[in-house]
């Protein structure tokens, strides 16, 4: 028996990157996968991925996290075709690039809708919704520890998810849910590769230090199985120990 036979799971962003390699790596372990993303068209082909990687089931939620009312249609939807909901995975994210004088409210108001607010009112949902024994796990970033110049928004809120995972866990704890958060490091991705930092060099990266996706996606199952059932409000580092050398 797989770690996930019977067990219905959203992923957030999960159309590329870190979301689609912890969406496939739950299908291969048997779970219901639902890909949630802003993106429809790349959704629908990423849960014809993730059926691939052996998925009894998986679909695409059309969702922007950062609007409270999609979050709650997705996850109602979820469970009408699911039947329940077990896990879900924050991963949504958004970056800007700008120093702290050049950045406006709306650029703090986009970032904290998507990597924040998103990641909350999935939690909202997860503690209406789910039996006890279901788990949130969400990703943050070493940001939330060590960041650079022109990401404030985005280190700020990766922050704040960080401390929303301890107090969330802090209430779950009564209702059998547990909430904890990854903190990945650089992960061979667009976002990490299209960082206008890393392009012009104020970032450095050392290809030994990059992680793949599916890295990332080992620590993330593993925190959402009952293998992690004594788990409860942690930050799991997951960077090769780049942070340790910085």
């Not at 012009?200 to 290809?207: F, K, L, N, T, Y």
Request: glycine share 8%.
């Amino acid at each position: 028996m797989s770690r996930f036979d019977n067990r219905t799971v959203i992923v957030t962003g999960g159309a590329g990157g870190i979301g689609l390699a912890t969406a496939e790596r739950f299908a291969s372990e048997g779970a219901r996968v639902v890909v949630a993303d802003r993106d429809g068209d790349r959704a629908n082909a990423a849960a014809e991925q993730v059926k691939h990687a052996g998925a009894p089931d998986a679909w695409a939620c059309v969702c922007d996290v950062a609007d409270q009312a999609q979050v709650a249609r997705c996850v109602a939807d979820t469970i009408v075709r699911g039947g329940t909901l077990d896990v879900v995975v924050n991963n949504a994210g958004l970056m800007t690039f700008k120093s702290i004088v050049d950045l406006t409210a709306d650029d703090w108001r986009r970032v904290l809708g998507v990597d924040l607010l998103g990641a909350f009112f999935f939690i909202q949902q997860a503690f209406e919704h789910m039996k006890p024994g279901g788990s949130v796990v969400n990703v943050a970033s070493i940001h939330a520890l060590e960041t650079e110049p022109m990401v404030a928004p985005y280190a700020a809120a990766k922050a704040a998810l960080v401390s929303l995972t301890r107090s969330a866990a802090l209430e779950a704890r009564a209702r059998g849910i547990r909430v904890n958060a990854v903190l990945p490091g650089a992960v061979d991705t667009p976002m990490l590769w299209d960082n206008p930092n890393v392009k012009a060099g104020i970032e450095v990266i050392d290809r030994s230090d990059v992680g793949a996706p599916a890295d990332i996606a080992s620590a993330i199952t593993f925190l959402a199985s009952d293998e992690a059932k004594f788990v409860q409000g942690t930050t799991l580092v997951v960077d090769g120990g780049r942070l340790d050398r910085l």
